[in-house]
């Protein structure tokens, strides 16, 4: 059965201990946006819930091994910090995988993506498609965008940063197996412990792992709509595409009206959401930030339509003084709002992105989101806001 996961409990180094485990994780901490560099100093922590939490340090080489006296599975999680990049945290199995840190955004609407995976395939490309753009190995450069590291050789990273997304646009983003680019059958992409983790300004906001068990060679992982709401697809399909023409594939799904397959939610995963953000909310209550942004974000990567979860990383992020993932967190709530006050939250946070983007001097894109508050609910406050800014 599936755990409740929490964050709070980091703890025990290795330092501190000298009791000989039964296994060993061995893993590489890698730069996410400079080929090949590896990071030292990073804290690796493997947690597992109900144990003490297990501690190493990265060396020169980006090296970090821990003793655990428990199994590599999903039970584990392992974080890894460093200061200047975003906190990573990801599910195990781990040992013997790379992870790619990405240091942290100042853009409001910049956004990275970075995909990691096992020993196979060897080669596994990221695609990012917008309009009039392609961005992937043999065009690693658009508007607005770029393909900061590409990889051939098993493991990755292969990292997409968007420096702006474009209000009004939509985005694109799957994995290819090149590798296995004629055999639209294939297990091996299925099998391939791929990972997707998106970060807005200076955290993790979403992760995701391949379908196991699924044919095919090309894995569509989420849109980003012309609203700058992140909606799943997590799809994985076969193809005889080239990697050129991969664009024309996915540019269908651009349109907002575009159907998205409707992503099916077990109960388990659906209270497991639930309890983590009960603990988020407890976390909040007693001031610990960044626990509680960990929780909550839990919370939504078990159960991606709790909206509740969502509208309480919006204001825990805010009050972190994480703007530009309040402005994200802010976009789901209004996407997932729903029955009775559903204006009046629509309202709320269209109107706190609008004082983001007018406190960063954005007064075009702070009016856009004052007057969507105004659409959902007449308030003096959204007037006032509309005149302050309509002038500048």
């Not at 994995?175 to 300004?201: C, I, W």
Request: charged share 20%; hydrophobic share 35%.
């Amino acid at each position: 059965m599936k755990k409740v996961l929490n964050f709070s409990l980091l703890s025990v180094s290795l330092a501190t201990s000298f009791i000989t485990y039964a296994n060993q994780t061995s893993i590489e901490v890698l730069s996410a946006t400079i080929k090949d560099q590896k990071i030292s100093q990073a804290q690796v922590v493997i947690q597992r819930n109900g144990e003490q939490s297990l501690t190493a340090t990265s060396d020169t080489a980006g090296k970090a091994s821990i003793d655990t006296p428990y199994s590599d599975t999903s039970d584990n999680l392992v974080l890894i910090k460093k200061e200047g990049y975003s906190t990573l945290v990801a599910k195990c199995p781990c040992n013997g995988m790379s992870y790619a840190l990405s240091p942290a955004m100042k853009g409001l609407d910049s956004m990275r993506v970075v995909l990691s995976w096992g020993r196979t395939p060897s080669d596994l490309d990221s695609h990012m498609v917008y309009p009039g753009n392609h961005l992937f190995f043999s065009h690693k450069e658009g508007r607005n965008g770029n393909l900061d590291v590409d990889d051939i050789d098993s493991y990755g990273p292969e990292t997409i940063t968007l420096t702006k997304r474009e209000n009004g646009q939509s985005y694109i983003y799957a994995v290819h197996d090149f590798s296995d680019r004629e055999q639209p059958g294939t297990m091996n992409l299925s099998a391939s412990q791929a990972k997707v983790f998106v970060y807005v300004g200076e955290s993790l906001v979403r992760t995701y792992y391949i379908p196991t068990g699924k044919a095919g060679n090309l894995w569509t992982v989420f849109r980003v709509n012309k609203n700058g709401d992140i909606e799943d697809i997590n799809n994985v399909k076969g193809t005889t595409l080239d990697a050129d023409d991969m664009a024309g594939e996915l540019q269908p799904l651009l349109s907002n009206s575009a159907a998205i397959d409707a992503q099916t939610w077990n109960n388990e995963s659906i209270n497991i959401s639930k309890a983590l953000n009960l603990q988020g909310e407890a976390a909040y209550n007693n001031k610990q930030y960044d626990a509680a942004i960990n929780l909550f974000t839990d919370a939504v990567n078990n159960y991606p339509e709790n909206g509740k979860a969502y509208g309480n990383l919006g204001l825990v992020y805010q009050k972190a003084g994480r703007t530009a993932e309040a402005i994200w967190a802010n976009r789901k709530a209004i996407a997932l709002a729903s029955g009775n006050g559903a204006n009046t939250i629509r309202a709320g946070a269209n109107y706190n992105i609008g004082k983001i983007y007018e406190a960063a001097n954005q007064y075009a894109d702070a009016l856009i989101y004052y007057k969507a508050a105004k659409s959902e609910k007449q308030n003096p406050v959204y007037d006032n806001a509309i005149a302050r800014v309509s002038g500048k």
